[in-house]
């Protein structure tokens, strides 16, 4: 495995970083303010959006592109360092439309849709003309199993008419949002088959019966873009919205995952990378009981813990990435389970270090440290609770130890019994 950064991604990380630095960062303020003012998307945001895609900085994430798509049809590993650099800044993925949940969205489509559902909506996303959601979470079941998901889609002559709740939407207050993807059950589901029970439906957001409960805060805090509640009631959408084949839901939900969660990982490095940044800075400038606090050695071993775990986090991230272009999402099913786990715990813990020695002002706004903090604590469900991967981990683990069983035998140096040193 090599995981040096080809001349092509090099080139590319330069010039994302330089458009963030250049155009991008400088708004970072008024971004903030137009989002308490109620206005979102701020005004400023279409421009960015047409000047990054015509500097070629666009659709970043997504292989397999075609020739008439835009984008750069990069692999899960070349576009990792690129998610890194964006994660910084969280608002700016929506620049280069490289934003949750749009691009797991656009795969699905890209993989599933039919040429109708993909000039209606695959290149109208592509094109960053709308937003999208994925509607798969909901309040009464353990959604850590999709197969629990209760929402039903019942077939009535050439339409689906759905009915059920979901919550934690991501993307679904954004004024654009036209698209939700609805995990559903099929009303006619033999029982027992769990794993075929449920199938993907296209619903436009403005379908009759669909409406926004709320936008759920994640711990105390809104994202204006939406963690919504869901409520559809009798929605009817033909049947030709229907994505992919009935019944094949959960394993379409599994492969979208996958990519997905890499570029979770990598924006969270990239926050972590800047909490160490702003940590360091912070241990250089407080003055505290006749000394920096870059003098005290148990802050020196919190920076130096904290650049350890950040760089064995972004090769065991890089790693999955590699596992997914070389060998396909289901063979690097454990690996993207690890990396999920792994960014999560990183992120809670080097922002906590950093909100330490940024004491009050750590827990304020005006760091963006609070928020990083409250996103790390939420990854520990995101895509999945914590319990539910490090079970898939273990389960590999003993599985090969069964396959493997007694091998580890002439390892032992137990003594001889006296009967057969007699």
């Known amino acids: 495995m090599d995981f040096e950064y080809s001349p092509k991604v090099v080139e590319l990380s330069r010039r994302l970083g330089d458009f963030i630095d250049r155009y991008v960062l400088p708004y970072n303020a008024g971004w903030h303010r137009s989002v308490a003012?109620?206005?979102?998307?701020?005004?400023?945001?279409?421009?960015?959006?047409?000047?990054?895609?015509?500097?070629?900085?666009?659709?970043?994430?997504?292989?397999?592109?075609?020739?008439?798509?835009?984008?750069?049809?990069?692999?899960?590993?070349?576009?990792?360092?690129?998610?890194?650099?964006?994660?910084?800044?969280?608002?700016?993925?929506?620049?280069?439309?490289?934003?949750?949940?749009?691009?797991?969205?656009?795969?699905?489509?890209?993989?599933?849709?039919?040429?109708?559902?993909?000039?209606?909506?695959?290149?109208?996303?592509?094109?960053?003309?709308?937003?999208?959601?994925?509607?798969?979470?909901?309040?009464?079941?353990?959604?850590?199993?999709?197969t629990n998901l209760q929402t039903v889609a019942r077939?009535?002559?050439?339409?689906?008419?759905?009915?059920?709740?979901?919550?934690?939407?991501?993307?679904?207050?954004?004024?654009?949002?036209?698209?939700?993807?609805?995990?559903?059950?099929?009303?006619?589901?033999?029982?027992?088959?769990?794993?075929?029970?449920?199938?993907?439906?296209?619903?436009?957001?403005?379908?009759?019966?669909?409406?926004?409960v709320r936008n759920i805060p994640i711990m105390q805090h809104h994202s204006p873009e939406g963690h919504c509640e869901l409520l559809f009631r009798d929605v009817r959408v033909p049947a030709a919205n229907l994505l992919g084949a009935a019944g094949e839901g959960f394993a379409m939900a599994q492969a979208r995952l996958g990519p997905g969660r890499i570029h979770h990982c990598m924006r969270t490095i990239g926050q972590c990378e800047l909490a160490l940044a702003l940590m360091c800075?912070?241990?250089?400038?407080?003055?505290?009981?006749?000394?920096?606090?870059?003098?005290?050695?148990?802050?020196?071993?919190?920076?130096a813990e904290s650049r350890l775990e950040i760089d064995q986090a972004r090769l065991l991230v890089l790693r999955a990435a590699w596992t997914l272009d070389k060998l396909g999402n289901k063979a690097g099913r454990v690996d993207v389970s690890a990396i999920k786990v792994v960014a999560a715990r990183l992120q809670t813990r080097i922002v906590d270090r950093a909100m330490q020695v940024f004491g009050a002002m750590g827990l304020s706004p005006?760091?963006?440290?609070?928020?990083?903090?409250?996103?790390?604590?939420?990854?520990?469900?995101?895509?999945?609770?914590?319990?539910?991967?490090?079970?898939?981990?273990?389960?590999?683990?003993?599985?090969?130890?069964?396959?493997?069983?007694?091998?580890?035998?002439?390892?032992?140096?137990?003594?001889?019994?006296?009967?057969?040193?007699?």
């Open 37 to 146: 003012a109620g206005v979102y998307p701020p005004p400023f945001l279409a421009d960015m959006k047409a000047l990054a895609k015509s500097e070629g900085l666009w659709n970043l994430f997504l292989p397999g592109l075609r020739d008439d798509e835009p984008g750069m049809c990069l692999t899960n590993l070349e576009y990792a360092p690129l998610a890194e650099i964006m994660g910084r800044l969280p608002w700016a993925s929506e620049v280069f439309n490289c934003s949750a949940p749009d691009t797991g969205n656009m795969e699905l489509l890209h993989l599933f849709a039919t040429p109708e559902q993909n000039r209606l909506w695959l290149r109208p996303l592509l094109e960053g003309e709308i937003r999208s959601a994925f509607a798969m979470s909901e309040p009464d079941v353990a959604s850590s199993d999709p």
């Open 155 to 212: 077939r009535e002559g050439d339409e689906y008419v759905i009915n059920g709740r979901k919550w934690f939407i991501t993307g679904a207050a954004h004024p654009d949002c036209k698209l939700l993807i609805v995990l559903c059950r099929n009303a006619e589901s033999e029982e027992g088959d769990k794993h075929h029970s449920h199938s993907m439906v296209l619903v436009p957001m403005d379908t009759p019966g669909v409406s926004v």
């Open 281 to 303: 800075e912070r241990t250089l400038e407080r003055h505290t009981f006749g000394k920096y606090l870059a003098d005290f050695s148990n802050v020196q071993d919190w920076i």
């Open 366 to 422: 005006d760091t963006p440290l609070a928020y990083f903090w409250t996103w790390g604590r939420a990854m520990h469900f995101l895509d999945g609770p914590d319990e539910v991967h490090l079970r898939t981990v273990a389960r590999q683990e003993l599985d090969r130890a069964r396959e493997n069983r007694g091998a580890t035998a002439a390892y032992f140096t137990l003594p001889e019994s006296p009967s057969r040193m007699e």
